[in-house]
């Protein structure tokens, strides 16, 4: 009688020949911009077969020299069904560093793979597993670099649990390292956890590298590590492995997963570019005493971008540094002929000239950058020019200020001044938009009753809600004051999230309301003239336009129609959304008087 092993190589076997490995994929989220960055695929075996679960179908085809023929195959299904599926994003697969260095594994393999089924290279990021101990480290080196060159981004996965840790982080230069699991479980729970991670967040940063966190099943897991500062997420608690995975991280995720509202206030800053000074760069093969001599004939001429052939930037030579080897005994001798590169600055800032102030200053904070220096600033991945950062926190610092003056004081949403800018915007630049009025329904009896503290909170909650539906669009909101909102929306899903707004309101906002005023739907309150009136939970009142940019000259034309809109969606009892057909400003009204009658024209 065959005993289990047989059995399961048996099934092995018939696996390996028709090709029977399934196929799921775990979404990878971008927890800060909060939208899915990749998913990685995970391979199964039959179901309801010994080798069903992964740690024993690799082990089992390790054992007996059918790996490299098993990864293969679950590389092939798993760029099939990512195509297939046409899912956004990144596709991690699991690469052990063993069946790289197999000589028997055929090379090119996964290049052709992509190729076949029409995947870009760049889109698939293969993940090393660090648990697997390896001889030839040099070998292995050869190997990802390779890969590397054919555009394939590279990840360690499982970092902190196996041999290599940190060797290995420092030879490779990974675009993504995954913590392991056992770091973020009850990582909110243990200081040496929290120690480890904010180490691991810090040696990205400089290395330039973006960090996973996967295996996380717990609420309080997820706001350490956000609070922590990592972007990326994978586990139970998000999405579990599917054949079919989502595809979004909704409305309804965001605020179950307590994660920060992404209120889009970045457009009222201006972008780098206008910063940009334009300084014409060196070549990475210029000698530093022929850099020294351009320093010489500038005296203002703090820093110069080194740029390859390609006239992307590769560096950045800062004067007192070049000064300061040059001064020392015999360093002129030593570097006069040697090439910049030799001195730079290999680990420069460098930003698309469209990259929004405060986002950079993010950077720029996070990085620790020496105030004095430059940040490099590229249109199209080429050398556009430098911009100081002293002035980069300067423009921030003061549109803070700027954007505190105007914010609403409740909600800390921009206030009438930045709405009117954000239209303004729009009109300029001739950019087609949505403008949404959003006016709470009931709210003063609401008030009277409940109180004023319960109304402000009514508002906040209109403003969270609002802000978090808007995060998964490109979206301006602004707080006009009490309880009347406006929304800019630069998509085409406007009336979509206008009425996810509706549903998300009324469904929270019941939550300040006693459970026999919920039940009934409403309550009773005496009205202005003294009488009884019945009068229903909080509802919206949503008015829609999509202005025609050739008629609308400014903000307050544009506000007018979503007014207008808003009006006629107030004359409905319950919530509702009015989309208003009429897309040019009204034309003034003009009366003329006769004797036999008079006109409106």
Aim: hydrophobic share 40%; aromatic share 6%.
């Amino acid at each position: 009688m065959p005993n289990n092993t047989s059995l399961d190589l048996a099934a092995l076997e018939e696996l390996l020949q028709q090709g029977a490995v399934r196929t799921l994929f775990q979404p990878i989220y971008d927890i800060a911009k909060q939208h899915v960055l990749g998913f990685e695929a995970l391979s199964r075996g039959v179901t309801g077969s010994n080798i069903e679960l992964p740690d024993r179908l690799f082990s089992l085809a390790s054992a007996h020299g059918r790996l490299s023929e098993l990864e293969l195959l679950c590389r092939e299904k798993a760029i099939a069904r990512f195509v297939e599926q046409d899912l956004p994003g990144k596709l991690f697969i699991n690469v052990s560093p063993n069946t790289l260095l197999d000589p028997s594994h055929p090379k090119g393999e996964t290049l052709h793979l992509v190729e076949k089924y029409g995947l870009a290279a760049n889109r698939v990021v293969i993940e090393v597993t660090e648990q697997d101990k390896v001889d030839d480290g040099f070998l292995l080196l050869k190997t990802i670099e390779h890969y590397r060159q054919l555009g394939f981004k590279i990840a360690i996965d499982d970092l902190g649990a196996g041999y290599s840790g940190l060797k290995q982080w420092s030879e490779l230069r990974p675009d993504f390292v995954k913590v392991d699991r056992y770091f973020i479980d009850h990582c909110d729970q243990s200081i040496v956890k929290r120690e480890f991670l904010k180490s691991i967040i810090e040696l990205a940063k400089v290395t330039n590298t973006s960090v996973i966190a996967e295996g996380i099943e717990r609420l309080e897991e997820l706001s350490l590590l956000e609070k922590l500062g990592i972007e990326h997420a994978q586990g139970f608690l998000l999405a579990r492995p599917a054949h079919q995975p989502p595809v979004i991280l909704d409305a309804a995720q965001v605020m179950q997963l307590k994660l920060r509202p992404q209120g889009e206030y970045s457009e009222m800053t201006m972008s780098v570019g206008l910063l940009a000074q334009i300084e014409s760069a060196i070549d990475q093969a210029t000698r530093c005493k022929d850099a020294h001599k351009r320093f010489e004939q500038n005296k203002l001429l703090m820093s110069l971008a080194v740029i390859d052939a390609q006239q992307q930037p590769v560096g950045l030579l800062h004067r007192d540094q070049l000064t300061e080897v040059f001064a020392a005994p015999y360093g002129h001798a030593l570097y006069a002929k040697k090439p910049v590169t030799e001195l730079m600055d290999k680990q420069p800032l460098i930003v698309n000239e469209n990259a929004k102030l405060d986002v950079v200053s993010k950077q720029i904070t996070e990085q620790e950058f020496d105030i004095r220096r430059h940040i490099i600033v590229t249109r199209d991945d080429r050398y556009l020019g430098l911009a100081p950062l002293r002035d980069i926190l300067k423009h921030i610092t003061e549109e803070k200020i700027r954007h505190a003056q105007h914010a609403n004081p409740l909600t800390m949403l921009p206030g009438n001044v930045a709405i009117n800018e954000a239209i303004e915007q729009r009109l300029k630049a001739h950019h087609t938009f949505s403008l949404a009025y959003v006016d709470l329904n009931h709210f003063k009896q609401f008030n009277d009753l409940y109180g004023y503290a319960s109304g402000d909170s009514v508002i906040k909650l209109l403003a969270d809600v609002t802000v978090q539906v808007c995060s998964q669009s490109k979206c301006f909101v602004g707080h006009i004051g009490g309880d009347d909102f406006m929304v800019v929306f630069d998509g085409t899903d406007a009336e979509h999230l206008c009425h996810q707004i509706i549903n998300q309101f009324e469904l929270q906002s019941k939550a300040f309301f006693t459970s026999e005023h919920v039940e009934a739907g409403g309550y009773w309150a005496t009205n202005r003239e003294g009488q009884k009136q019945f009068v229903p939970l909080l509802t919206l009142s949503i008015g829609l336009v999509r202005p025609d940019l050739e008629s609308c000259n400014n903000s307050h034309q544009v506000a007018a129609l979503a007014t207008d809109a808003k009006k006629e969606a107030k004359r409905y009892r319950n919530s509702y959304l009015f989309v208003c057909n009429r897309r040019k400003p009204a034309a003034p009204v003009v009366r003329i008087k006769s004797q036999a009658q008079e006109c409106l024209v």
